[in-house]
């Protein structure tokens, strides 16, 4: 088939499967909520009950899922997966985490190992003390190098150095496509540690999804993250997101909604992405003002307090004001970085903290508090009725349908409040209705691009040696993994994703993972093609 016959083909495929997808989204938000809610009335043939909640309880079934299912019984499957801890791991996930050291090391650490660029300037300009370790202190030496202030004279040296670095740093991306994932991190962490950090984080995000046993756990970390959503690209945050998933997302998605919040209100990539580092109180009675500084001077700023309220909590129609917003502001002003130049760990600092009374949804803060302000705020928006609502629903919108019904969302908002916001009580409150195992929650979600390739992957047992390719093909089809710009993170409605370039990317991929024409990743193609390639079939985009 010549290029042009090739396109052709894929095109015409394009706009069936477009038609295909659109036609039952179209009818179902055409539907009067009379027949919505009758859909969810109307329960699941028991046959199709386990196939359901692998599906929405795991980034979908491999061949051998099914009949441990069956053997345990669903009750008892979805129970030791509210539990993951009492789930022994997959030691083949264990062995690909153990060769990433950047997951676990912490930040002080991680700066050592993996300079950022103001650290090598410092150190080009002899302004910090060199690492002991001599192959750390002659790759500081060598990464310096770029940073080293020049002079005319040998700027057309330093211009056929930089040509020079650019050809051997192309000729290296080209050649880490195809290494293992031990390989090509060796490399980076010695030429580009940036990109090995990133590198790193999103190549055990596919990892865990694919082969991790606490499949619930997983998908709960992903969906938790991106309800606190933060930019891996956003300057500091590109060394803080990993400690910011491990430590103020992870531990807590089968705990208390308020240990979570305040975990991520504390944390210095939650603090430096919505900019609270630098709020300050606009007239603080004790700090003296620099009147000869040249540096701007800070105020209140309102992003956090904003987002915490809008998006983290209560909800953009949760009933508060912009007086509220200010307020919230106020109460974390102080609420910051230690050293941030060193990327340190979260401080209050009392001296930078409006001490005035403040009015947060009709509730009055004393005057004269510290950092006990903004911890108040967390345990009113924790446990305020409109937040129950909002998460209950995003909840639903997740694991049941885009437009949940109306009678589930209030159940599961009374648990929340009644368990004061334990979240493994509402999601057992949603599984043990009957609107999730009903016909209107069956094959009702698209996919989302990390859903399609992990399901894939996970149905075709497929073999990775390097998950960075995997990755690109979820970053084509319009989900590039930790990168999502906006604080909103990425959309949970299946609409979001029904769009022609990320339908034909969802395609591609599914003809080169049938084909084995993905770097670093193979399957048996005598066993596992066709289910490949019924990955871009409609049906196979459905969850």
Same mark, same amino acid.
């Given at each position: 088939?010549?290029?042009?016959a090739f ?20 009818? +179902?938000n ?8 009758a859909?969810?009335r ?19 079934? !491999?061949?051998? #899922?099914?009949?441990?299912?069956r053997?345990?019984?669903l ?5 030791l997966?509210l ?9 083949e996930?264990?062995?690909k985490?153990a ?7 912490p930040?002080?650490a ?5 300079p950022?660029?103001?650290i090598l ?9 060199p690492?002991?370790?001599p192959?750390l202190?002659?790759?500081y030496? +060598? ?10 004279e040998s700027k &057309? ?8 670095n ?5 000729e290296r991306? !080209?050649?880490?496509?195809? /290494? ?6 060796g490399?980076? @962490?010695?030429?580009?540690p ?6 790193e984080?999103? $190549? ?6 694919v082969?991790?046993?606490?499949q619930?756990?997983?998908?709960l ?7 606190f959503n ?6 500091? #945050? ?11 997302? +992870? ?6 909604f ?18 609270n580092?630098q709020s ?7 700090r003296?003002?620099?009147?000869? &500084?040249k540096r701007p001077?800070?105020?209140?700023n309102e ?5 915490? /309220? ?6 953009? #129609? ?7 917003v ?9 609420w ?7 990327l ?5 600092? $009392?001296r930078?903290h409006?001490k ?11 005057a004269?508090?510290g950092?006990?302000d903004?911890i108040k ?5 924790a446990?305020?009725p ?5 998460? &209950? @629903?995003?909840?639903?919108q ?8 109306k009678?589930?969302v209030?159940?599961m908002?009374? *648990?929340f409040?009644?368990? $004061? ?6 999601? !057992?409150t /949603? ?26 992957? !996970? ?10 390719p995997? *990755?690109?093909?979820i ?12 604080p ?24 080169a993972?049938s084909?084995?024409k ?7 193609? #005598? ?5 490949? +390639?019924?990955?871009g ?7």
């Amino acid at each position: 088939m010549n290029s042009k016959a090739f396109q052709t083909q894929h095109l015409v495929r394009t706009i069936a499967v477009l038609a295909l997808l659109l036609s039952p989204l179209a009818a +179902r938000n055409s539907k009067k909520p009379n027949e919505a809610d009758a859909k969810f009335r109307e329960k699941l043939a028991k046959e199709k009950q386990g196939e359901h909640a692998l599906s929405r309880l795991s980034f979908g079934p !491999r061949p051998q #899922d099914r009949e441990k299912l069956r053997k345990l019984g669903l009750k008892k499957w979805i129970e030791l997966q509210l539990n993951p801890t009492s789930i022994p791991e997959n030691p083949e996930l264990l062995e690909k985490l153990a060769a990433m050291p950047t997951l676990l090391l912490p930040m002080e650490a991680l700066l050592v190992q993996y300079p950022t660029p103001q650290i090598l300037t410092a150190f080009a300009a002899g302004k910090i003390t060199p690492p002991e370790n001599p192959e750390l202190r002659e790759t500081y030496t +060598r990464l310096s190098a770029r940073y080293k202030p020049r002079n005319e004279e040998s700027k &057309s040296a330093a211009e056929l150095e930089n040509e020079a670095n650019q050809k051997a740093a192309a000729e290296r991306r !080209r050649r880490i496509g195809v /290494m293992s994932t031990e390989e090509r991190n060796g490399i980076l @962490r010695s030429t580009a540690p940036q990109q090995a950090i990133a590198g790193e984080l999103t $190549e055990s995000k596919l990892y865990r999804a694919v082969l991790s046993e606490r499949q619930l756990h997983e998908v709960l970390v992903d969906f938790w993250f991106n309800h606190f959503n933060v930019y891996l690209d956003k300057g500091a #945050d590109h060394w803080l997101t990993t400690a910011y998933e491990r430590e103020a997302i +992870r531990p807590f998605v089968l705990g208390h909604f308020q240990e979570m919040l305040l975990a991520t209100a504390e944390s210095p990539a939650m603090l430096f992405f919505l900019d609270n580092w630098q709020s300050v109180s606009e007239a603080p009675a004790d700090r003296p003002r620099k009147t000869q &500084s040249k540096r701007p001077v800070r105020g209140l700023n309102e992003n956090y307090a904003r987002e915490l /309220m809008e998006l983290h909590t209560l909800g953009v #129609d949760g009933g508060y004001t912009q007086k509220d917003v200010q307020e919230v502001a106020r109460c974390f002003t102080g609420w910051t970085i230690e050293e941030p130049n060193r990327l340190g760990k979260f401080k209050f600092n $009392e001296r930078v903290h409006d001490k005035g009374e403040k009015l947060v949804l009709g509730v009055t803060i004393p005057a004269g508090g510290g950092i006990e302000d903004g911890i108040k705020v967390i345990e009113i928006l924790a446990k305020h009725p409109a937040t129950a609502r909002f998460l &209950s @629903r995003k909840l639903a919108q997740r694991f049941v349908a885009d437009e949940p019904p109306k009678a589930l969302v209030e159940r599961m908002a009374a *648990s929340f409040l009644k368990s $004061e916001g334990d979240l493994k009580v509402v999601m !057992r409150t /949603m599984l043990n209705s009957p609107e999730f195992f009903s016909a209107g929650a069956y094959r009702a979600k698209m996919k989302s691009p990390l859903e399609v390739v992990a399901a894939a992957l !996970r149905a075709t047992e497929a073999k990775i040696t390097n998950a960075v390719p995997a *990755s690109q093909a979820i970053a084509n089809m319009g989900q590039p993994l930790y990168r999502k710009q906006e604080p909103t993170g990425y959309s949970n409605n299946s609409e979001e994703w029904v769009n022609s370039a990320g339908l034909l990317a969802r395609m591609n991929f599914a003809i080169a993972l049938s084909n084995n024409k993905i770097n670093g990743v193979s399957i048996d193609k #005598d066993r596992y093609a066709e289910i490949a +390639r019924s990955t871009g079939a409609p049906e196979g985009q459905r969850r």
